[in-house]
C-alpha cells in the first residue's frame, strides 16, 4: 500500500514539486552564493588586479596604479623563490610529520578504544581542547620553552646533542616543529572519522585469508582509509603552506626560516609593496592548488568517496 | 605448513575448550570432532556459543582453555592467517576498494600462489559469478554478494571451510537456491564444512551431522533424523521442530516400555527410547506422528490414546492442517494432519488424540515449568 502510493506518487505529481524544488533549491543557495560572491570573488579580483599594479606616477611609496605588470609576478618569483621552496618543503615535512604522529593516535581512538567509549571521548576532547587557548599563545609557549636559555637546551647541550653555540628558536626544526604540532588535530580528526567507520570484520577478512596483521594493515585497513589520510593532508598542508605566524621572527622562527606568509604580511605591512604581496598571494594559491588537484588525482580518491 | 595447499578437507577436533568472557562464560566445556570431508551444522538460539566456538576454530577469538586441532595439528596458539581455514562472514566482510576478482584472489595472493586471477576467475565460475568479476561487491546484489565471500573462502581449499550464517541475510527464495547450490559444491570439492546457524530446517537439510547448541553446551549430536526422531532434552524436542510434551511419575515399568499416568490418560514409551526409567519423566511426540478421531478408537497397548479434547485452533498451512487440542488435565496438543481432503474435523469438536508407542520419546530432563 504505502510502496504503491509512494511510487505513483513520484510519476503523477511529477511537475509541481519540481518547479517548487528549484525556487526553494535557489533560496537556499542565494546566502551561499552572495557570501562566495562578496567575500571569496571580490578579494580574488581585487588581488588580481593589484597585482598587476604599477607604482604612481608621483613616486610616493605605498602609492600604486592600475597597469597590466605581469613583469610583477617575475620579480617576486626570482626574488623570493627560496621563501617559496621553504614554504612547501616545510609543509611537506611538517604533514608528512603531523601523518606519522595523528594516525596512530587516530587508531588508538578509532579502533582500539571503541571498547571503552568513555576513554574514546575523552581522548578525543584531548585532541580538540589546545583549541581553547589562542593558537598564538601555544605557539609562544613554545618559544618560552624552547629558548636559549631554558633547562631543554642547557641539557641537549650538556648531553652535546646541541653544540654549546647551538640554539633551537630560529632554526628549521623549530619551525617545522611549531607547525607540526599546531596542525595535528586537523590531520587527527578526518583520520578519526574514516578509523571510526572502518568496519573491523574486513580486518578479521583479511587476517582469515591468510595476511599477516602488517598485511592487512596495508591492504585492507590503509586503503580503505584513504580519503581520511587525503582529507587529513590536505586539511594541514594547504594552510601549513600559507603560515606566518610560527616562521615569524617574533615566534619560532628567524630570518633564516622565513616563509611565503611571511614574505608578503611584510611586504603587505612593511614595504608596503602591494603589487608584489599580491602576485605572491596568488601564485601560492595557484601553486596549491596546482598541488592538490594533483594529489586528488593521483590518490584516485573519488573512487572511494 | 599450516598454510599448504590441501586437496580433500582435514578433520576438528576441540578437547575440552572453554571461553570466558569479562561478565560471562560463552563456551562451558566443549569436546567436539568433526570428520573430514563431512559437512556439519552448529545449531543453536542466538547467544548458545556457536558463533564464539566457530571464532575459536578460525583463531579469532583465543580459548580460555582447552586445545584445537586441524588436521592432528594443535593450532591452539598459532593466528588466524596461520590455520588452514576459511570464513564466509555472516555480513560477508568483502573488502569494498577492490573488485569482486581482487577479493576472491586476496588468499591467494598472501600465499603467492601461482596465477591467482586465473584461479579466482575459476572460483567465480563455480559460483556463477565470473560475468561480474571486475563490479566493485556494493554494486552486487545480496546473493550476489553471499556467493563472491563463498568464492573468496573456497578458492583457497581451506582444510576447513566455516561459514557463519552465511544465508541468513537473503530471502526464502535465494535461501533455498543458495542451500542446495552449497550442498553441491561442499560435495564437488569434498571439503570439511562447518556451518553455524540458528535455522533448524537450514541445518537439517543440509548437514550430515547436527549438533545442537544451548547455553554453552552442546545438547546433542547426530544424523538430521537420529536427532529429530529421538530427542534428548527438552530443549532438543522444543528447538529442533516442535514438540507435545507429557510430565509424569512413572506408574508401570514393563520389560520393553514405561508408562506415565496423565489426569487418567496413560502414556507409554519404549525403555530403549528413554532417557531415564524412574522418577518424573517427560514423554513426547511429534505433531505428525499423531491422529486425530472424531471417536474413541479401539487402540492394542501399542498405541497412546489420550482424550477426549476440544479443538480449539486449526491452522490450515497447505500441506498439512494443524490441529490444536485442549484436553482436560494435560493440557493443548498439536497435531498435524497431511492435507489429503477429506478432514471433518472442525472446530469445538471433541477429539481423541493416538499415537504410536513406538513414536514416543522419553527426555532426560523436565521443562523448566516442571518441579523435580
Known amino acids: 500500500m504505502a510502496f504503491a502510493a509512494f511510487s505513483s506518487g513520484s510519476k503523477t505529481d511529477y511537475k509541481a514539486p519540481r518547479k517548487q524544488s528549484v525556487i526553494v533549491a535557489m533560496s537556499l543557495l542565494l546566502p551561499g552564493m552572495v557570501y562566495l560572491a562578496l567575500f571569496f570573488i571580490t578579494p580574488l579580483m581585487s588581488l588580481v588586479v593589484t597585482s598587476l599594479e604599477v607604482p604612481d606616477a608621483s613616486g610616493e611609496i605605498g602609492r600604486y596604479q592600475y597597469g597590466f605588470e605581469i613583469a610583477n609576478y617575475w620579480t617576486v618569483i626570482e626574488t623570493y623563490w627560496p621563501h617559496i621552496i621553504r614554504s612547501f618543503t616545510y609543509a611537506l615535512v611538517a604533514t608528512i610529520l603531523s601523518l606519522l604522529i595523528s594516525y596512530p593516535l587516530a587508531y588508538f581512538i578509532g579502533i582500539r578504544a571503541r571498547k571503552w567509549p568513555l576513554i574514546q571521548k575523552l581522548a578525543l576532547a584531548l585532541v580538540i581542547a589546545p583549541f581553547f587557548i589562542s593558537f598564538l599563545l601555544r605557539t609562544f609557549a613554545w618559544k618560552q620553552l624552547f629558548s636559549n636559555e631554558s633547562w631543554i637546551v642547557t641539557t641537549l647541550q650538556e648531553w652535546h646533542i646541541l653544540a654549546p653555540d647551538q640554539y633551537l628558536v630560529g632554526t628549521d626544526f623549530m619551525v617545522i616543529f611549531g607547525l607540526t604540532y599546531n596542525f595535528i588535530p586537523f590531520m587527527t580528526l578526518p583520520l578519526y572519522t574514516s578509523l571510526e567507520r572502518l568496519d573491523l570484520r574486513l580486518l578479521e577478512a583479511g587476517s582469515d585469508l591468510y595476511a599477516t596483521p602488517a598485511k592487512v594493515f596495508r591492504k585492507v585497513t590503509l586503503p580503505i582509509t584513504m580519503p581520511g589520510i587525503i582529507s587529513g593532508t590536505l586539511m594541514t598542508f594547504i594552510p601549513i603552506a600559507g603560515d606566518y605566524i610560527n616562521a615569524s621572527r617574533d615566534f619560532l622562527g628567524s630570518s633564516d626560516t622565513q616563509m611565503i606568509g611571511n614574505v608578503v604580511e611584510s611586504n603587505f605591512l612593511r614595504i608596503n609593496d602591494y603589487p608584489a604581496a599580491s602576485a605572491l598571494s596568488v601564485l601560492l594559491m595557484a601553486a596549491i592548488l596546482a598541488l592538490v588537484v594533483f594529489y586528488v588525482r593521483r590518490s584516485g580518491t573519488e573512487d572511494l568517496l | ?372
Open chain 2, 1 to 372: 605448513m599450516a598454510t599448504e595447499f590441501v586437496a580433500r578437507g582435514s578433520d576438528l577436533e576441540l578437547v575440552g575448550i572453554r571461553k570466558e568472557f569479562p561478565g560471562f562464560t560463552a563456551i562451558e566445556n566443549l569436546d567436539l570432532h568433526i570428520p573430514a570431508g563431512e559437512f556439519f551444522a552448529l545449531l543453536g538460539p542466538s547467544g548458545c556459543g556457536k558463533t564464539t566456538t566457530l571464532r575459536l576454530v578460525a583463531g579469532l577469538e583465543a580459548p580460555t582453555a582447552g586445545k584445537l586441532l586441524i588436521g592432528g595439528k594443535d593450532v591452539t596458539s598459532t593466528k588466524p592467517h596461520e590455520r588452514p581455514v576459511n570464513t564466509v562472514f555472516q555480513s560477508y566482510a568483502l573488502f569494498p576498494h577492490m573488485s569482486v576478482l581482487e577479493n576472491v584472489a586476496f588468499g591467494l595472493r598472501q600465499r603467492k600462489v601461482e596465477d591467482p586471477l586465473k584461479k579466482a576467475t575459476e572460483a567465480l565460475e563455480l559460483v556463477q559469478l565470473a560475468h561480474l568479476a571486475q563490479r566493485r561487491p556494493q554494486q552486487l546484489s545480496g546473493g550476489q554478494q553471499q556467493r563472491v565471500a563463498l568464492a573468496r573462502a573456497l578458492v583457497n581449499r581451506p582444510s576447513l571451510l566455516l561459514l557463519d550464517e552465511p544465508l541468513g541475510a537473503l530471502d526464502l527464495k535465494l535461501r533455498r537456491e543458495m542451500q542446495i547450490e552449497l550442498k553441491a559444491i561442499q560435495m564437488e570439492v569434498g571439503l570439511t564444512f562447518l556451518h553455524v546457524t540458528h535455522d533448524q530446517e537450514e541445518a537439517m537439510d543440509m548437514a550430515d551431522t547436527v549438533a545442537v547448541m544451548n547455553k554453552g553446551r552442546i545438547e546433542q549430536m547426530g544424523a538430521p533424523e537420529a536427532l529429530y526422531d529421538r530427542p534428548h532434552t527438552v530443549f532438543v524436542a522444543k528447538f529442533l521442530g516442535q514438540s507435545n510434551l507429557f510430565i509424569g511419575d512413572i506408574v508401570e515399568s514393563s520389560a520393553s516400555s514405561l508408562s506415565i499416568n496423565v489426569a487418567g490418560n496413560k502414556i507409554s514409551v519404549p525403555k530403549d527410547r528413554a532417557e531415564k526409567h524412574e522418577g518424573k519423566i517427560a514423554i513426547g511426540v511429534r505433531p505428525e506422528k499423531a491422529d486425530l478421531h472424531q471417536s474413541k478408537p479401539a487402540v492394542s497397548s501399542n498405541d497412546n490414546l489420550i482424550g477426549p479434547g476440544e479443538v480449539l485452533d486449526i491452522r490450515f498451512t497447505g500441506v498439512s492442517n494443524q490441529f490444536l487440542v485442549e484436553i482436560p488435565g494435560i493440557g493443548q496438543v498439536t497435531v498435524f494432519e497431511q492435507n489429503e481432503g477429506n478432514s471433518t474435523v472442525a472446530l469445538g469438536d471433541q477429539v481423541y488424540v493416538t499415537w504410536q508407542v513406538a513414536h514416543s520419546f522419553g527426555l532426560a530432563d523436565l521443562p523448566d515449568s516442571v518441579e523435580e
